[in-house]
């Protein structure tokens, strides 16, 4: 008796958990959903290459030569900030919140992300500007994202989480 005391004692423990590591898995999943959009905003509306938004992020720690060419270096960087910055950053707020909200349908999941891609423009308002400012004298993420597409790309971040209810049957 005493062990499904301490087992039903600790299941809102145990639910936390799996909604945040749901929650960071969907962020992943959403960070890269997001970046494959903008690759082909950048593509075909922009008149750049796939991988140059990128080497746009990358850019935060190469400066200005991580936008010359293809630069595989600023790739990588991009690819890991992203990933590890904002997509594992907004990921664990989501999870936090839909643990926090009881979060379990492809519903509910689409509204805390909306709200969750809406908050995260924080990033290009506030965030980014600083890092740029600070480190390179110049704001190349907003000199070089038009504000409109930043907005979707964050929108379709937010929608992604979507997938929340499936990943968390996965991940659980």
């Known amino acids: 008796m005493e062990s499904v005391a301490k087992s039903s004692a600790n299941f809102p423990e145990t639910a936390r958990s799996g909604a945040l590591r749901s929650g960071i898995v969907t962020g992943q999943a959403a960070g890269l959903i997001m970046a494959v959009v903008v690759m082909i905003v950048f593509t075909v509306f922009l008149g750049k290459g796939p991988l140059y938004p990128v080497q746009v992020i990358g850019s935060a720690l190469l400066g200005e030569s991580a ?59 506030l965030l980014i500007p600083a ?3 600070t480190l390179h004298g110049v704001d190349l993420w ?21 997938l929340y209810p499936a990943i968390g049957k996965k991940v659980g």
Do not use: C
């Not at 907003?142 to 979507?162: I, T």
């Open 67 to 125: 936008l010359q060419g293809l630069n595989f270096g600023a790739i990588l960087a991009g690819l890991v900030l992203h990933q590890l910055g904002p997509s594992l950053l907004w990921g664990t707020v989501f999870g936090v919140l839909a643990s926090k909200f009881n979060v379990d349908t492809v519903a509910g999941a689409l509204k805390l992300g909306v709200g969750v891609g809406v908050v995260s423009m924080v990033g290009p308002y």
């Open 142 to 162: 907003n000199r070089e994202v038009p504000l409109f597409w930043d907005w979707a790309a964050h929108l379709v971040f937010g929608l992604s989480f979507g």
């Open 131 to 133: 890092v740029m400012n």
